[in-house]
């Protein structure tokens, strides 16, 4: 049943997104600045996405993202819409998803690391939302149409998940895993350009720790990066 769920979810969803080829494919090959995704992550998701998917992401609110609605428990907040979005345009989008392919399961992605304060941020916008699914990739409902459907009631996020960590781990099943360095995870802003530099150069060995070297040199690189970032801002005044 479960996997019968999952194969449905990849099928109604994954397919102008030609994530199957950008998840097999050559994950170096980033096109940044697609116009088409509109979203703050542009310039790291956009490239394993057509215009007609990411469109669908681009506006507020989102009501359905192709088959799945997103309004089932009432409409998202904002921000806590925002933030799904960006989840969503990684999973979907990022050439870099490939990095983190799940291993019996093409189409889908495992343990990447997102960072403790993205995830607590995150749980913070959504806390006061309303979802039926603790799991969003098994546990709806599917009908004929291949849409979705609450199976359980309506509860806040902050009853459904303990934390930002419980949270980012359950949401999308296996997808993503809060990273013990606040360096070496992704935010899902421009900093990600940064760790992923760093992530896209580890060893592919599952949860290999980081080694200290790497989490220095990162928090460097990291500091060097703010430090430019905030000039340019002031400049532009
Ligand atoms: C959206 O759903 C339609 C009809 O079920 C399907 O043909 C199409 O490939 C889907 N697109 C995406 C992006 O999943
Ligand atoms: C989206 O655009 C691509 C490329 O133009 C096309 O192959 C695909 O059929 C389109 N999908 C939908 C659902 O319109
Ligand atoms: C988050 O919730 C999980 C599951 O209930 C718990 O094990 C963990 O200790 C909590 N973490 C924090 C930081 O509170």
Known sequence: MLRFAITLFAV?????????????????????????????????????????????????????????YWNRCGQLSKSCEDFTKKTECFYRCSPHAARWIHPS????????????SFCDDWYEACKDDSTCVRNWLTDWEWDENGENHCKN??????????????????????????????CLCLQMNKKDMMAMKYLLSESS???????????????????????????EEEQTR
């Open 12 to 68: 109604v969803t994954s397919c102008t997104c030609q994530k199957y080829g950008c998840l097999e494919g050559d994950t170096h090959k980033l096109k940044p600045r697609n116009p088409y995704c509109k979203i703050s992550v542009s310039f790291l998701t956009a490239s394993c996405c057509y215009a007609n998917f990411t469109e669908q992401l681009a506006h507020s609110p989102v009501i359905k993202v192709n088959n799945s």
């Open 105 to 116: 399961y093409v189409a889908g992605i495992q343990s990447v690391p997102l960072c403790q």
């Open 153 to 182: 009631k309506c509860i806040p996020y902050s009853e459904m998940y303990a934390n930002g960590t419980d949270m980012c781990q359950s949401m999308w099943g296996e997808s993503f895993k809060v990273s013990e360095s606040s």
């Open 205 to 231: 060995e599952e949860s290999s720790s980081i080694s200290s070297s790497e989490e220095y040199a990162c928090q460097k690189k990291l500091l060097k990066f703010e430090k430019l970032m905030g000039e």
